[in-house]
């Protein structure tokens, strides 16, 4: 079994600026990607930003020239800066990587969740 947990939440001022983490944790898996989802009150999950083995990036368009998603491979752990925030970016901040292990492949695992809250 694959854990990720998040950290790095909290309560921000509009414009100011978090950074997450999400670390994993397990035996013997092999991280195919990375990435970071969101769900505010009342919405559904929605992309924010992913990483692959590769580097290469995606991003939401809400999150383009705020936000930048990195990776430190050696430690299975994963980034979210976020600057220039926004009162509409309040959400839980969920992690993603699906991970495949040898003798049970591919799986899709999710962290517990950060509050970002964006407010003055």
């Known amino acids: 079994q694959v854990q990720l947990v998040e950290s790095g939440g909290g309560l921000v001022q509009p414009g100011g600026s978090l950074t997450l983490s999400c670390a994993a944790s397990?035996?013997?898996?092999?991280?195919?990607?990375m990435g970071w989802y969101r769900q505010a009150p009342g919405k559904q999950r929605e992309l924010v930003a992913t990483?692959?083995?590769?580097?290469?990036?995606n991003y939401a368009d809400s999150a383009k020239g705020r936000f930048t998603i990195s990776r430190d491979n050696a430690r299975n752990t994963a980034y979210l800066q976020m600057n220039s925030l926004k009162p509409e970016d309040t959400a839980v901040y969920f992690c993603?990587?699906?991970?495949?292990?040898?003798?049970?492949?591919?799986?899709?695992?999710w962290g517990q969740g950060t509050r970002v809250t964006v407010s003055s």
């Open positions: 990483i692959n083995n590769g580097g290469i990036t």
């Open positions: 993603y990587a699906p991970t495949w292990r040898p003798g049970s492949g591919s799986s899709d695992n």
């Open positions: 397990g035996s013997d898996f092999i991280i195919l990607a």
